[in-house]
Every structure is written in structure tokens, then in C-alpha cells.
């Protein structure tokens, strides 16, 4: 097909004539374009920008990769740009000691729109990585209601995800107890824990957007995390869809650079308990303990019981007791000493 028939297949309708029919507009054949001819590029462009978002990709193809540079030299604070970028991206190769969670564990969660119109945010995915950046858990979060908006130009998250998703129970308890007696880096990092139903310490928690601002390191009270990585590591993120992996990362290589003066302003943590309990061990081959005293209870420790008293009953004759029960008010002052309150006269 002619490229001036391809033409005339896309141009809008003409302005019907004063009094005419009304012109109808055509309906476009796609069978009929070539996959050589112009309209035949068009259409598939047309279609690539209306189709859902591929893995990875944002509606406009940028390898934001080829743009950073990972031979640099230069350092900061002891920490390599190159190192930092690298790891970013997911570039690095780990030992076995580098797998291990350690002492600092960057955390990033994604939403995705719930109630009505989706203005409701619940968490779909949370992704944990340590201070080398390598991850400890990401996990898809399987959603109690219906989503009404996946967000996948931003939160990168889709319907297919949710197929192995586990639940949020079982989530929350993973991220708790992988956190415990560690320290947190995070960026606006209340926000997650509020998704997650969690809470932590406050001297294990360390946010890069609260520091950076309060060190000034960038001219805003709340700076977004890709301004942020921006200025400081030259890097580009969030383009298009966004990970959590990814995101995690770059605020754990924001806190690197600035980890020595960060700190100043923390109190060490204390140094963990001994594993070794102090209660008193019982051993089998000891000599069997003292013989219980009378009572019951400890030796020394009176347990009320110890202590019995016994009273001799006295027998008296039945006349007795009928003479004394008889005019008894006689024998006031018979013992010669005078009685509390009597008086002589």
C-alpha cells in the first residue's frame, strides 16, 4: 500500500458542507497496511503506548544504566562511587559474610490503590536489603481487598504478582523478626512501618530524608529519595516503574556516603546479652539437699506453719465451775489487789 493511501486513512474527516450528510468517518483496516508502509509504523506505534507496561521498562524506553558511570575513582568518606552505583544496580558479587544480614538493614515497600477510585494505599511488596546491599526479602503481599488500581507505572507491581503473594501475617512477622536489635535505614521510613503494622525503636532508626535535611545536605526539608541520589551519586531512579529492591538500595548508598557523621548524633547500642544464664544449674551428681524442716519451706524462712503451740487442758469439776459462774462480783476483791479502774474508799 501507497504511502499517500496511508494518508488518506488517517486524515481526520473533513467539515461536512453547508446542507449536506454528515461525513463518516472510516473505520481503519489494518489487515490492508503493509508492514513496510508509514501507517503501518504508526499503528504499531500507536499500539506499543496504549499496551500494558513491560517488566522493567517505563512507557518511554531509557537505559538509565548506560548513562552512569562505574569505572569512576572517586571516593567519599572512604565509600566508592563506582562501588555505591554498582551496587545500586544490582552489579555486585557477594561473599558469604557480605550476605549475612548484620548490624544495618535498609527496608522499601510498594502500594497499590484499594477502596474507591484507589485512593487507599495498602502494601503489596516489601523488600529488605543489608548494608551491602544484598537482599535479605522481598516479598509479595497478597491483598484482603480488591484492588482497584495496581499503580504499575509507578509501584511496578501486577495482577501476576499476587499469584505467589503470602499473606500479611506472615509477612509482618518475617520483617519483625529479621528487624529486631537492628537498625533500620529507610527513607521517609514511617511511612513503611505504618503499612506494616510496625513499630521500632527510635535509636535503631536511621531516615536519610529526616538527616539529609537536618544536616543540610540538600536544600529541602523533605527531599524526594531520587532528587537525593541524584545530587549525591549521580544516578537516576524512579524513571518509570519503580522497585523496591532498587530504591532500598539507593537509600542505603545515600546513608553509606554519609554514615560517619550520621552516627555522631546516635548513642551506641548496648552490647548484647550473654547468652549464658545466670539462674542457678542444678547438677544430678550433687549431694541431695537438706531434709526439709518441720513446716515445710526453706531453712530460716518461716512459712507459718513452723511454729505449733500446745495447751494442756485444764479440768475442772462441774461444781466449780457452777460456784465461780454464781455471785462472781464477790470475788472482785478477794486477792487483795485492786482492780483496773476500782477505787477505795
Known sequence: MSA?????????????????????????????????????????????????????????VIDRELAVDFTTSETKNGE??????????GRLEYTSAQKDPGKYLAIDCEMVGVGID?????????????????????????????????????????????????QFEEVQKTVAALTKDRIIVG??????????LLSHPGACIRDTQRLAAKHNVINSKRPALRNLVKQELDVVIQGGEHSSVTDARATMAVFRLHRKEWE??????????????????????????????????????SSGLSTIVKRTPQTRSKSTVKTA???????LGASGIAGKGSMKL
Open 187 to 196: 527513607h521517609a521510613v514511617h511511612n513503611d512501618l505504618k503499612v506494616l
Open 4 to 60: 499517500s493511501a496511508a494518508k488518506k486513512i488517517f486524515q481526520k474527516a473533513k467539515k461536512p458542507e453547508q446542507g449536506g450528510p454528515p461525513h463518516k468517518r472510516r473505520k481503519l483496516d489494518r489487515s490492508q497496511l503493509s508492514s513496510g508502509s508509514p501507517g503501518a509504523a504508526l499503528v504499531s506505534s500507536q499500539d506499543t503506548s496504549t499496551s500494558a507496561f513491560p517488566r522493567g521498562n517505563s512507557t518511554t
Open 325 to 331: 459462774s454464781n455471785n462472781w462480783w464477790t470475788t
Open 118 to 166: 484507589g485512593e487507599e494505599s495498602s502494601l503489596a511488596r516489601v523488600s529488605i536489603v543489608n548494608y551491602w546491599g544484598s537482599v535479605q526479602l522481598d516479598e509479595f503481599v497478597k491483598q484482603k481487598e480488591r484492588v482497584a488500581d495496581y499503580r504499575t507505572k509507578w509501584s511496578g507491581i501486577r495482577p501476576s504478582d499476587m499469584v505467589k503473594a503470602k
Open 264 to 301: 555522631k548524633g546516635f548513642k551506641p547500642l548496648p552490647a548484647p546479652r550473654a547468652g549464658a544464664s545466670k539462674k542457678r544449674k542444678f547438677d544430678e551428681s550433687s549431694e541431695p539437699a537438706e531434709p526439709t524442716p518441720p513446716g515445710g519451706g526453706r531453712k530460716g524462712v
Open 80 to 89: 566508592s562511587f563506582a562501588t555505591l552505583r554498582k551496587m545500586i544496580f
